[in-house]
C-alpha cells in the first residue's frame, strides 16, 4: 500500500489521521501491486489529478499515461525494492520528484513524498546555452590545478574555442602563455579568498585580440565541505566598450592638442561673458598670459567701437535665434594696437539642451584686411598693362551697354591679338618685356577714343569696346586706325618691334547684346582673321561658330587617322649651289584621306599642334623618313641625309633625344644622315632641359636647322646657345630678292652672318633662274625649290635622282 505525503519530515504532523490508518491496516497480497491507498490534495494536483480519482489505482499504470516510458520503468523498478529511492517523472505540465520510503521493511509498503523538480538538467543547458555572456565551470582539484569542466555555446562563439578543445584541459592547454599566466592568478585569487571576483583581461583567441570582463563564483564543497571546489564563470566581451573608451580618451587628447596647438585663436566663455579658457594662439595675438583672461569679461578685449556689435552676437546665441556667425570684428591687443579678427562664435549646450558655454575661433585677418584693396586690384586689373582683366572688363561692358543710347546707335566688340607679342616676351627680361607691353597699351589708346573701354583679357589677348556707334563702318574705321597705328615698330629698352595687330570683330546688338557673347563671338572672328595672316580683321558671322564646329571634326579624324596610318611622306631635293648636286632631302608629310583626297598640311597640321596630336604624328614622320632614307641606302639609291621638321611642341617634348635615337637604331639609318629642322617660335620658348635634349642629339650626329630665318624675332641670342648647323632663309625673302633690293640686302646680309658664324644657309622657295644667279652671287649654300623639283613621292625618287645626277 502506498501513501502520499508533502515532505518527510512532517510526516508525523502533516499525514491526516485517516490516511495514517489506512497505511496501518493495509494487508499486504502475495502478489503485491502498487495500488495507490491514501494521497492528499498535494499528491493528487502534482498528478494533475484528484484524491478520489486515483485511490485504489496502479501508481505505476497510471503514471504510465502521464509520464514518459523510460521513467515509469525506473519507478516500477524503484516500488520492487527495498531501499529508499528518488524517480523523476517528466509530466506534461512538469516534471516531479517521487521520494520513494519503503516502511517496516515490507517492500510492497511505501511512503511516497511527491515535489515540484524544476527545471530540468536539458532545460537549464538550454538557458545557459542562449544566455548572451559565456558562461563556463572550472573544476579545482585537490592539488590547486584548474579543469575546465563546461562551458556554453555562447562561449564557443565568442572565443571560437569548441568543447573538444577546451572540456578537461587546464587554461595553459588551452591558451597562450601569457594569457593563461593572467587568468591563473585570477582563478587562484578567487580560490584563495572565496569570494566571487571581478576582473578585465585580454585574451588571444582564435576570434582574435578580444577585452573581456569575467565574474568568478566560487563553489564550497569537498569532504570539509570548506573547500572550493569550482569556480562557475561567466564572461562579457566589452572589446567594443573598451576601444570606445580608448577613442574617447584618444578624442579628448587630441582635441586638446588641437586646442594648444591650432593655428587659430581658440577661447570658451561662459554664459555671462566671462571667459573660461583660451589657447596658446589666442594668448599670442591679445598679447596677455592665460591668467590675465581667465575669469575676465570677453568685452575687456574688444575695440571699443566693436562693442556693441559683438554684445548683440553673443546675446543672439544665447537666445536661440542663432546657432552660429561670423563676423569680422576689431580687437585690442595689450600693447594697444588694433587686431582685426574674423570670428566665428557657436553655443554649446548640455544634454538637457539649456546654454553651457560659447566657443569662439579667432583668425588674424589684420594684414589680410590691409592688403584687401591691393588684392581686389590685382583680382581686377592686370598688374603690368594697369588695363581691366576680363572679369572687370566685362563689368564695364555690361555697365556701357545698359546705358541708354540715342537715335538706335551700335557698339563694337573688338578682340586683339598681335602676332610675335608672346615668343618676343619669352626671348626678353621681364622688366623688358613689360616695358614692351605698356608701350603697346600706350600705342592702343592713342588709337581709340576717350569712351572706348579697354581690358587685357588673356596674355596676349587684348578687348575693346567701342560704344555709342553710328554705324558699322564706324568701327571698322576704328579697326583700320589700329592696324595703321601699329605699321611702324615699337622702341622698347634700344630694340625696335614690329607687332601686326590682328581683329577680331562682333557688333551689339546685331551679333549679340551679352557682353560673354560678344567676347565669344570676337574671339571666332580673331581666329578667322588669324588664319588669314597679319595686319588683318574680320567682322563676325555665324559661320565661324561652323568653321569651329569643322575644326572639331577635323581634330576628331586627325586622331583617327594617325592610328590607321592614313599619312605618306614626299620628298623635295636639296641642290648644292655652285655645283647643282643633289645634297639630301626634306621630308614633307601629307594626308590622305579617308575619301582618297590630298588634305592641305595647313589645314591639319595647326590642329595637330593645339591638340598635341602633333607629337604621335611627329613620331610617324620621323620613323617613316629614317626608315626610307635606310632603305635607299641598302638599295644603293642615295647616300644622303634627311631633314625632318620639328614642331615647337615636340621640341619640347621631355623624351625627344631618347624617341629619336631609337628611332635611329631601329632603322638602321647613321645619326650623321638626320638633320632636325626647328622653328625660332620653338627656341624662343625653350627650357634649360630642352637644350640639353638638343645637345645630346648633337653629340650622338644629329644635325639641326634652322627654319623660315628673318620673318621672326630681332634677338639672336638663341644661335649662340644652341647647336646650330645651318638656317635656311624664308622664301618671301627669296621670291622677292629680284625685284625688292630691301629683300635682296636682307638675303645678303643672312648669308653673310651665318658665314660669319661657320653656318651654312640654305634658301628656300627657288624657282626661276633669276633667283639662282642672286644666290650664287651671295655665295649661298644650298638651296630647295620648283626650279628643281616640287615635293615629289616615293615612287618617283629613283627618276628623280637620275635626272638630277644627269
Not at 511512503?111 to 536539458?122: H, L, Q, S, W, Y
Not at 572589446?239 to 574617447?248: D, G, K
Not at 625660332?680 to 640639353?692: D, K, N, Q, V
Given at each position: 500500500m502506498t501513501a502520499g505525503l508533502d515532505a518527510p519530515q512532517a510526516l508525523p504532523h502533516t499525514a491526516s489521521e485517516e490516511i495514517g490508518q489506512a497505511i496501518l491496516e493495509r494487508q499486504v497480497p502475495p502478489t503485491a501491486i502498487s495500488h495507490i491507498v491514501a494521497v492528499n490534495d498535494r499528491f493528487a494536483r502534482l498528478l494533475g489529478t484528484s484524491s478520489p480519482e486515483v485511490v485504489g489505482r496502479d501508481l505505476a499504470e497510471y503514471a504510465s499515461r502521464l509520464a514518459q516510458p523510460v521513467d515509469c520503468a525506473m519507478l516500477v523498478e524503484a516500488l520492487a525494492g527495498a531501499e529508499p529511492s528518488v524517480v523523476v517523472l517528466d509530466m506534461a505540465h512538469g516534471p516531479v520528484a517521487l521520494n520513494?520510503?519503503?516502511?517496516?521493511?515490507?517492500?510492497?509498503?511505501?511512503?511516497?513524498?511527491?515535489?515540484?523538480?524544476?527545471?530540468?538538467?536539458?532545460?537549464?543547458?538550454?538557458?545557459?546555452?542562449?544566455?548572451?555572456?559565456?558562461?563556463?565551470?572550472?573544476?579545482?582539484?585537490?592539488?590547486?590545478?584548474?579543469?575546465?569542466?563546461?562551458?556554453?555555446?555562447?562561449?564557443?562563439?565568442?572565443?571560437?574555442?569548441?568543447?573538444?578543445?577546451v572540456i578537461g584541459r587546464s587554461p595553459e592547454q588551452v591558451l597562450p602563455p601569457d594569457d593563461a599566466a593572467s587568468v591563473l592568478a585570477h582563478y587562484r585569487t578567487c580560490v584563495k579568498r572565496q569570494l566571487p571576483t571581478t576582473f578585465q583581461e585580454v585574451l588571444h583567441l582564435p576570434t582574435g585580440r578580444r577585452h573581456w570582463e569575467t565574474r568568478l563564483v566560487p563553489i564550497i564543497g569537498g569532504a570539509s565541505g570548506s573547500r572550493?571546489?569550482?569556480?562557475?564563470?561567466?564572461?562579457?566581451?566589452?572589446?567594443?566598450?573598451?576601444?570606445?573608451?580608448?577613442?574617447?580618451?584618444?578624442?579628448?587628447?587630441?582635441?586638446?592638442?588641437?586646442?594648444?596647438?591650432?593655428?587659430?585663436?581658440?577661447?570658451?566663455?561662459?554664459?555671462?561673458?566671462?571667459?573660461?579658457?583660451?589657447?596658446?594662439?589666442?594668448?599670442?595675438?591679445?598679447?596677455?598670459?592665460?591668467?590675465?583672461?581667465?575669469?575676465q569679461s570677453f568685452k575687456q578685449f574688444v575695440h571699443e567701437d566693436e562693442i556693441s556689435q559683438v554684445t548683440g552676437r553673443f546675446l543672439e546665441l544665447l537666445s536661440g535665434r542663432r546657432a552660429t556667425f561670423q563676423t569680422e570684428r576689431r580687437f585690442q591687443r595689450r600693447d594697444g594696437t588694433e587686431l582685426w579678427a574674423r570670428t566665428t562664435a557657436s553655443l554649446v549646450r548640455d544634454p538637457l539642451g539649456r546654454p553651457k558655454y560659447i566657443i569662439g575661433l579667432f583668425e588674424d585677418v589684420t594684414e589680410a584686411r590691409r592688403a584687401r584693396e591691393r588684392i581686389h586690384y590685382l583680382a581686377s586689373f592686370d598688374q603690368v598693362?594697369?588695363?581691366?582683366?576680363?572679369?572687370?572688363?566685362?563689368?564695364?561692358?555690361?555697365?556701357?551697354?545698359?546705358?541708354?543710347?540715342?537715335?538706335?546707335?551700335?557698339?563694337?566688340?573688338?578682340?586683339?591679338?598681335?602676332?610675335?607679342?608672346?615668343?618676343?616676351?619669352?626671348?626678353?627680361?621681364?622688366?623688358?618685356?613689360?616695358?614692351?607691353?605698356?608701350?603697346?597699351?600706350?600705342?592702343?589708346?592713342?588709337?581709340?577714343?576717350?569712351?572706348?573701354?579697354?581690358?587685357?583679357?588673356?596674355?596676349?589677348?587684348?578687348?575693346?569696346?567701342?560704344?555709342?556707334?553710328?554705324?558699322?563702318?564706324?568701327?571698322?574705321?576704328t579697326v583700320k586706325s589700329i592696324i595703321a597705328t601699329f605699321s611702324t615698330p615699337i622702341e622698347a629698352d634700344g630694340q625696335d618691334f614690329l607687332l601686326p595687330p590682328v581683329i577680331g570683330v562682333s557688333l551689339s546688338p546685331f551679333d549679340a547684346g551679352n557682353p560673354d557673347e560678344l567676347v565669344r563671338m570676337a574671339g571666332a572672328a580673331l581666329q578667322r582673321a588669324r588664319d588669314q595672316g597679319t595686319s588683318r580683321f574680320e567682322l563676325y558671322t555665324p559661320d565661324m561658330e561652323t568653321h569651329a564646329a569643322r575644326q572639331l571634326s577635323l581634330e576628331s579624324r586627325l586622331r583617327r587617322a594617325i592610328d590607321a596610318d592614313q599619312f605618306e611622306l614626299v620628298y623635295q631635293p636639296k641642290i648644292e649651289v655652285e655645283t647643282l648636286k643633289l645634297a639630301g632631302f626634306e621630308a614633307l608629310v601629307r594626308w590622305r584621306g579617308e575619301d582618297g583626297a590630298l588634305i592641305s598640311p595647313g589645314e591639319f597640321?595647326?590642329?595637330?599642334?593645339?591638340?598635341?596630336?602633333?607629337?604621335?604624328?611627329?613620331?610617324?614622320?620621323?620613323?617613316?623618313?629614317?626608315?626610307?632614307?635606310?632603305?635607299?641606302?641598302?638599295?644603293?639609291?642615295?647616300?644622303?641625309?634627311?631633314?625632318?621638321?620639328?614642331?615647337?611642341?615636340?621640341?619640347?617634348?621631355?623624351?625627344?633625344?631618347?624617341?629619336?635615337?631609337?628611332?635611329?637604331?631601329?632603322?638602321?639609318?647613321?645619326?650623321?644622315?638626320?638633320?632636325?629642322?626647328?622653328?625660332?617660335?620653338?627656341?624662343?620658348?625653350?627650357?634649360?632641359?630642352?637644350?640639353?635634349?638638343?645637345?645630346?642629339l648633337h653629340a650622338a650626329g644629329v644635325r639641326f636647322l634652322l627654319d623660315d630665318f628673318g620673318t621672326g624675332y630681332s634677338s639672336l641670342s638663341y644661335l649662340k646657345r644652341f647647336p646650330i648647323e645651318a638656317i635656311k632663309i624664308d622664301k618671301s625673302f627669296v621670291q622677292g630678292m629680284v625685284e625688292d633690293p630691301d629683300a635682296a640686302s636682307i638675303v645678303n646680309a643672312i648669308i653673310n652672318m651665318a658665314h660669319a658664324l661657320k653656318m651654312r644657309v640654305i634658301a628656300e622657295g627657288v624657282e626661276t633662274q633669276e633667283q639662282l644667279i642672286f644666290l650664287r652671287a651671295y655665295r649661298c649654300d644650298r638651296m630647295q625649290g620648283f626650279l628643281f623639283a616640287p615635293p615629289t613621292a616615293v615612287a618617283d625618287i629613283p627618276a628623280l635622282v637620275r635626272r638630277l645626277a644627269s
Open positions: 520513494i520510503q519503503p516502511i517496516g521493511g515490507a517492500k510492497a509498503t511505501h511512503v511516497i513524498v511527491t515535489e515540484d523538480a524544476g527545471p530540468t538538467d536539458g532545460q537549464i543547458s538550454h538557458v545557459i546555452d542562449n544566455l548572451l555572456a559565456s558562461v563556463f565551470i572550472v573544476d579545482v582539484t585537490e592539488d590547486g590545478q584548474f579543469r575546465y569542466a563546461m562551458l556554453n555555446r555562447r562561449h564557443e562563439e565568442l572565443t571560437g574555442l569548441s568543447l573538444d578543445e572550493v571546489t569550482r569556480l562557475f564563470g561567466s564572461s562579457i566581451d566589452i572589446s567594443e566598450r573598451v576601444e570606445a573608451e580608448q577613442a574617447l580618451r584618444d578624442s579628448e587628447q587630441r582635441f586638446r592638442s588641437i586646442f594648444e596647438h591650432a593655428g587659430v585663436g581658440i577661447g570658451y566663455a561662459s554664459v555671462d561673458g566671462r571667459i573660461i579658457d583660451v589657447n596658446r594662439t589666442l594668448e599670442t595675438m591679445l598679447g596677455y598670459g592665460r591668467e590675465e583672461v581667465i575669469g598693362t594697369g588695363l581691366p582683366n576680363l572679369s572687370l572688363f566685362g563689368e564695364r561692358v555690361t555697365t556701357a551697354l545698359e546705358r541708354p543710347a540715342a537715335d538706335e546707335r551700335i557698339a563694337a566688340l573688338l578682340a586683339i591679338s598681335f602676332d610675335r607679342l608672346d615668343p618676343i616676351r619669352f626671348a626678353h627680361s621681364r622688366t623688358a618685356a613689360d616695358h614692351l607691353m605698356r608701350r603697346l597699351v600706350d600705342r592702343l589708346r592713342r588709337a581709340l577714343g576717350p569712351d572706348d573701354v579697354v581690358g587685357r583679357i588673356g596674355d596676349d589677348l587684348f578687348a575693346v569696346l567701342l560704344p555709342n556707334l553710328a554705324d558699322p563702318e564706324e568701327a571698322l574705321a597640321i595647326p590642329a595637330a599642334e593645339e591638340t598635341g596630336l602633333i607629337i604621335p604624328l611627329g613620331e610617324l614622320v620621323l620613323r617613316s623618313a629614317c626608315e626610307q632614307m635606310a632603305a635607299w641606302r641598302r638599295e644603293g639609291l642615295v647616300d644622303l641625309p634627311v631633314s625632318v621638321n620639328l614642331s615647337g611642341r615636340q621640341v619640347s617634348d621631355p623624351h625627344l633625344s631618347r624617341k629619336a635615337l631609337a628611332i635611329l637604331a631601329h632603322s638602321g639609318l647613321p645619326s650623321s644622315h638626320l638633320k632636325l629642322e626647328l622653328t625660332e617660335t620653338a627656341l624662343f620658348r625653350s627650357t634649360p632641359g630642352i637644350r640639353e635634349a638638343l645637345l645630346e
